[in-house]
């Protein structure tokens, strides 16, 4: 007791006695502009082929893709982001089929422009390891090792053709030194300065990367730790940052999502651009499977994680989830 009533004196569980006063009062809120929904299209399928360690999730064939395309845009869907799936005969060390005009990614690019146009962001992932029979993100050296500036020709070829066939914005993932600003001039040159760079700025080599392998059918022996960032590492974090800025990155991102709020945050509070982060398959995976066997609310976890991401500093996240997570969100706004 005290001289003013009854302690304590201050209850912050006043502001969370209904539904109403907590929504009023939330901090984060998530919107349907928020999401971008990462896309798998698949050459020379007739029927969508379903990824087993992501229920619900496919290798779409150029058909379904654009009705994906369109139920994302009619969601509220801000972006969709592209990763082409070559047949097997088509990979060879240099991945020629990522700079092929007519290949898949470059096909998918021109079938969606031409279902949605301008209405959803045509996002592209710019790197080899879909094409390369050897699965990594880069041209290899004699030695085995991923040869950094020699990929970085390939990738600015990549730039071009993605660019050509309607890209709004090109995302390079393959973490190589360099690959933001050659990127840039490669665009440039071609006239296509409009075209935007999101940097993936701290790309881990995560474990939780195991059910994409299946999803883009990658063909790759070892791992990527030589390119990759070391989980370990957040300064490091900073320094690619800043390096990416300096080359012209118009968006920068974190990936994976999840295990890595602390860097989404410091990188969130360090920049004047558009922030982003990527909730990844394994993310997507371990949801879906605890919630399969009954150990958790399916629903109630998807908007916790996204709504982590997003109070952690992302201003657009990439999620499997993205079309109903918005159709969600739509039926309860509109309700």
């Known amino acids: 007791m005290n001289s003013y009533g009854s302690f304590p004196g201050a209850r912050p569980r006043r502001l969370r006695t209904t539904p109403a006063l907590r929504r009023m009062v939330a901090e984060t809120r998530l919107h349907p502009a928020d999401l971008i929904l990462p896309a798998f299209v698949r050459e020379g399928v007739t029927e969508p082929v379903p990824i087993s360690a992501m229920p619900g999730v496919v290798q779409h064939t150029r058909d379904t893709l654009r009705k994906a395309a369109v139920e994302a845009v009619t969601a509220g869907v801000s972006g969709i982001m592209l990763f082409g799936v070559p047949e097997d005969a088509k990979k060879d060390a240099a991945g020629t089929a990522g700079t092929d005009p007519d ?12 279902e949605v146009g301008d ?4 996002m592209s992932d710019l790197c080899l390891d879909e094409y390369t029979d050897h699965g990594h993100c880069g041209v290899l050296a004699a030695d085995g090792r991923v040869d950094n500036d020699a990929t970085l020709e390939r990738y600015a070829e990549m730039a071009q053709v993605q660019a050509d066939a309607g890209v709004h914005v090109v995302g390079p993932s393959g973490m190589m030194d360099g690959q933001v600003g050659v990127i840039r001039d490669a ?11 999101l940097a993936y700025t701290a790309k881990y080599s995560s474990a939780f990367y195991g059910p994409f392998r299946e999803a883009v059918g990658s063909s790759l022996q070892g791992d990527r730790k030589t390119y990759q960032q070391d989980p370990a590492n957040l300064r490091e974090s900073l320094r690619e940052l800043a390096l990416d800025l300096e080359e012209g990155a118009d968006m920068v991102m974190v990936k994976p999502a999840g295990p890595y709020l602390d860097v989404l945050a ?8 558009p922030v982003a982060a990527y909730q990844i398959s394994g993310e997507y995976a371990m949801v879906e499977a605890a919630a399969e066997k009954g150990w958790i609310d399916r629903d109630k976890a998807i ?3 996204l709504t982590g991401i997003r109070r952690a500093g992302a201003q657009m996240i990439l999620t499997y989830w993205a079309t109903e997570v918005a159709q969600k969100l739509g039926a309860a706004h509109s309700g």
């Open 303 to 305: 908007f916790e994680t």
């Open 119 to 122: 209405e959803l962001v045509i």
């Open 266 to 273: 410091k990188v969130a509070e360090s920049v004047d651009v």
């Open 187 to 197: 665009l440039d040159t071609i006239g296509k300065e409009d075209v935007s760079i």
């Open 103 to 114: 290949g898949i990614l470059q096909v998918a690019i021109r079938d969606v422009k031409a």
